[in-house]
């Protein structure tokens, strides 16, 4: 498997089929006298950011802590959470229990919902 081309920036999708975000990073365990192992995928924008560049991961961090974000430090879901590795990458955890969410949940929060007229998730 080519860590690089189908897993990192494809889509998350969790156990329902709901989008939790893209990948933004792997973490990877290296073991003496052993070929290393992938052990988590990450979420987040501090990951994302970090790719970019390590500064510009301290400037979101600290960005979001001012604008109260609950969750600063990336998602981290075991490897062993993977299902299958397709167009998708699909984990065994549901998005709902997870952080991936709270920067979408805080957007409908503070903003969304002051839109006058905007749909406030009432079906």
């Known amino acids: 498997m080519d860590i690089i081309r189908d897993v990192l920036d494809n889509q998350l999708v969790d156990c329902e089929g709901r ?3 893209k ?7 290296w073991r003496d006298q052993e070929p290393p192992r992938l ?5 987040g ?30 998602l981290r879901i075991p490897f ?3 299902c299958d590795i397709g167009i998708d990458v ?5 998005a709902e ?4 969410l709270a920067y979408e949940q805080w957007v ?4 969304i919902q002051r839109i006058p007229g905007a749909e406030h998730g009432e079906s």
């Open 19 to 21: 989008k939790m975000g």
């Open 23 to 29: 990948v933004d990073g792997v973490v990877m365990e």
């Open 39 to 43: 052990t988590y995928i990450e979420v």
């Open 45 to 74: 924008m501090p990951t994302l950011a970090h790719r970019l560049h390590p500064r510009l991961a301290g400037w979101i961090a600290k960005i979001q802590s001012q604008w109260g974000a609950k969750h600063s430090e990336p």
């Open 80 to 82: 062993s959470k993977v």
């Open 90 to 94: 699909k984990v065994d955890v549901e």
């Open 97 to 100: 229990t997870t952080p991936a």
């Open 108 to 111: 409908s929060e503070h903003i």
